[in-house]
């Protein structure tokens, strides 16, 4: 079916935004991935910066619409988020992704895919297996629990870690912040 899909090379500008950088957690499932991104992006609105969210879930119902849960699709999911992050980026958006994304391998192609033109923030975030389950919205643990399961490979060494049984949300959007204000990509916040 593809043998027939053949890719043309467009003139592309060789112009990048200033500015831009992706912002990208994981975690495991019911870690607090989007409840802490979704803290941190009307912020960053306030800021000024023009704000894009790449959520699993969204992705999953337009992007990656039809892929499974194998490894294979997986990688593909988190390579189309890492590729529509690296152009988002590329234009001077502070792309926030909250993505499972359990493959350290996948996770540093998103990685090089976004460093090509800006920044990439890495933010695991931390829960027990048994705090995630207890949270689970998705079904995923009972699924886990009755045999069908998959590895999530901790990051080696993101930029920041945020324990989600420790902090609270507010807390963990706040450190996010003073991260990325000490990378130099959002302005430190004046108290008024």
Known sequence: ???NIHSHDHPESDHVREGGFTLWFTGLSGSGKS?????VGPELDRRGLIVEYLDGDSVRRHLSKGLGFS?????????????????????????ICAVISPYEE??????????????FVEVFVRASVAECA??????????AFAGVDDPYEEPSSPELVLDTEATEPE??????????????????????
């Open 1 to 3: 079916m593809t043998d």
């Open 35 to 39: 409840t802490v991104a979704h803290l």
């Open 71 to 95: 490894k294979e699709d997986r990688d593909t999911n988190i390579e189309r988020i890492g590729w529509v992050a690296s152009r988002l980026t590329r234009l001077g958006g502070a792309v």
């Open 106 to 119: 996948t996770r540093a192609k998103a990685r090089a895919l976004v460093e090509e033109f800006g920044p």
């Open 134 to 143: 207890r949270r689970d919205v998705n079904g995923l643990y009972a699924k």
């Open 171 to 192: 807390e963990a959007a706040a450190l996010v912040l003073a991260k990325l204000e000490e990378l130099g990509l959002v302005a430190t916040e004046v108290a008024a």
